[in-house]
């Protein structure tokens, strides 16, 4: 193998606005200073293959057994929609159930949805291209995604997205935060379809949370962009208050969980805030670090949350987009986890 190239996405939270972004509400999404690798490799052997160390899952398909399903994915410059009898075909080669949804099949269906699709007909690599295919990966996932999650990974930074628009925001001030995974796996699609079922069930209820949620985000994006250097406390103090309220109307729309209500009770009882980001129902949650916060409490609320079986990861929003690395720059951990490739 030669030493191809090495590019990398940030990870995403959504700071407000979640679900509310499916309906046309607006919503705040901010890179991470946690990023995802792409090492991408010729091969001598003519196969492709497919190292997801993160997910412990390992494919090797040849050139060969691929090409009889390239018909069938005209892809190019203009990005399509995956057809369900494409996704079909997909699972079906690479051996997954029908209706599987785990993380290993998804990932896979999404790769080869995306490579069968713009195999051999890369010829620009813009970010609004990326973007592009990136939402088309995405809805191979969970169906019918706002875009908002491919849009933040590819450009990084904070952005405020509503209906498609996406609208840098004018600054962020540096804001320190706690990631974290209650490893309580959901299915995004299952989550937004619940979230719809409940607009639809009762319009004059749901209506005026995703309304509220939208006020949140609005809000939230008032103090960040305000502040021409570090927020003040009193202003760090709101941000924690929007959080608070935003998790009450996450758990009324039907997206929260128990191990989330869980988190939320640990971390209030050391004066931190936080809510779920993302689709809920488990997964991650962001918990806000102001700066007078001293580092023992921090460490305090890690080991107690690591002690319920969580993940946690400290640290900054406002990460770059998509990146093209130097092979020189290759951090140490990324190299480990290519080296038996
Ligand atoms: C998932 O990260 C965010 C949701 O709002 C879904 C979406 O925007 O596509 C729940």
Same mark, same amino acid.
């Given at each position: 193998?030669?030493?191809?190239?090495?590019?990398?996405?940030?990870?995403?939270?959504?700071?407000?606005?979640?679900?509310? *972004?499916?309906?046309?509400?607006?919503?705040?999404?901010?890179?991470?200073?946690?990023?995802?690798?792409?090492?991408?490799?010729?091969?001598?052997?003519?196969?492709?293959?497919?190292?997801?160390?993160?997910?412990?899952?390992?494919?090797?398909?040849?050139?060969?057994?691929?090409?009889?399903?390239?018909?069938?994915?005209?892809?190019?410059?203009?990005?399509?929609?995956?057809?369900?009898?494409?996704?079909?075909?997909?699972?079906?080669?690479?051996?997954?159930?029908?209706?599987?949804?785990?993380?290993?099949?998804?990932?896979?269906?999404?790769?080869?949805?995306?490579?069968?699709?713009?195999?051999?007909?890369?010829?620009?690599?813009?970010?609004?291209?990326?973007?592009?295919?990136?939402?088309?990966?995405?809805?191979?996932?969970?169906?019918?995604?706002?875009?908002?999650?491919?849009? *933040?990974?590819?450009?990084?930074?904070?952005?405020?997205?509503?209906?498609?628009?996406?609208?840098?925001?004018?600054?962020?001030?540096?804001?320190?935060?706690?990631?974290?995974?209650?490893?309580?796996?959901?299915?995004?699609?299952?989550?937004?379809?619940?979230?719809?079922?409940?607009?639809?069930?009762?319009?004059?209820?749901?209506?005026?949370?995703?309304?509220?949620?939208?006020?949140?985000?609005?809000?939230?994006?008032?103090?960040?962009?305000?502040?021409?250097?570090?927020?003040?406390?009193?202003?760090?103090?709101?941000?924690?208050?929007?959080?608070?309220?935003?998790?009450?109307?996450?758990?009324?729309?039907?997206?929260?969980?128990?191990?989330?209500?869980?988190?939320?009770?640990?971390?209030?009882?050391?004066?931190?805030?936080?809510?779920?980001?993302?689709?809920?129902?488990?997964?991650?949650?962001?918990?806000?670090?102001?700066?007078? *916060?001293?580092?023992?409490? *921090?460490?305090?609320?890690?080991?107690?949350?690591?002690?319920?079986?969580?993940?946690?990861?400290?640290?900054?929003?406002?990460?770059?987009?998509?990146?093209?690395?130097?092979?020189?720059?290759?951090?140490?951990?990324?190299?480990?986890?290519?080296?038996?490739?």
């Amino acid at each position: 193998m030669d030493e191809g190239v090495l590019i990398s996405a940030p990870g995403k939270v959504i700071l407000h606005g979640e679900h509310a *972004v499916v309906h046309g509400k607006v919503a705040l999404a901010v890179g991470l200073n946690l990023r995802t690798f792409i090492k991408v490799l010729h091969t001598r052997d003519n196969a492709v293959l497919l190292n997801l160390p993160s997910i412990g899952s390992k494919l090797t398909w040849n050139v060969g057994q691929l090409q009889p399903l390239l018909p069938s994915f005209k892809g190019g410059h203009e990005p399509v929609s995956p057809r369900s009898e494409q996704l079909d075909l997909l699972r079906k080669f690479a051996g997954f159930s029908e209706g599987s949804q785990d993380t290993e099949s998804q990932a896979v269906l999404a790769f080869l949805y995306l490579y069968l699709s713009i195999c051999g007909q890369w010829t620009e690599t813009e970010l609004k291209l990326i973007n592009s295919w990136a939402f088309q990966g995405e809805k191979v996932i969970h169906g019918n995604p706002s875009g908002v999650d491919n849009a *933040v990974a590819t450009l990084g930074g904070a952005l405020q997205f509503q209906a498609g628009q996406i609208t840098p925001m004018k600054r962020v001030p540096m804001l320190q935060i706690l990631l974290t995974n209650t490893r309580v796996p959901r299915s995004t699609k299952i989550l937004v379809a619940g979230v719809k079922d409940k607009l639809l069930k009762y319009p004059s209820i749901i209506e005026p949370v995703l309304s509220s949620i939208h006020a949140i985000s609005q809000e939230c994006q008032r103090i960040l962009e305000a502040s021409s250097a570090a927020l003040s406390i009193d202003q760090f103090k709101v941000l924690e208050e929007l959080i608070d309220i935003n998790q009450h109307h996450l758990n009324v729309i039907g997206v929260g969980h128990p191990s989330l209500d869980k988190l939320c009770q640990v971390t209030a009882s050391h004066g931190l805030h936080s809510k779920l980001t993302g689709a809920g129902g488990g997964g991650c949650a962001i918990t806000l670090l102001r700066p007078d *916060v001293d580092h023992s409490v *921090v460490e305090a609320v890690k080991q107690q949350l690591v002690d319920c079986g969580y993940q946690c990861w400290e640290t900054s929003i406002g990460a770059p987009g998509v990146t093209l690395h130097s092979s020189l720059s290759l951090p140490e951990d990324i190299i480990n986890a290519f080296s038996n490739v």
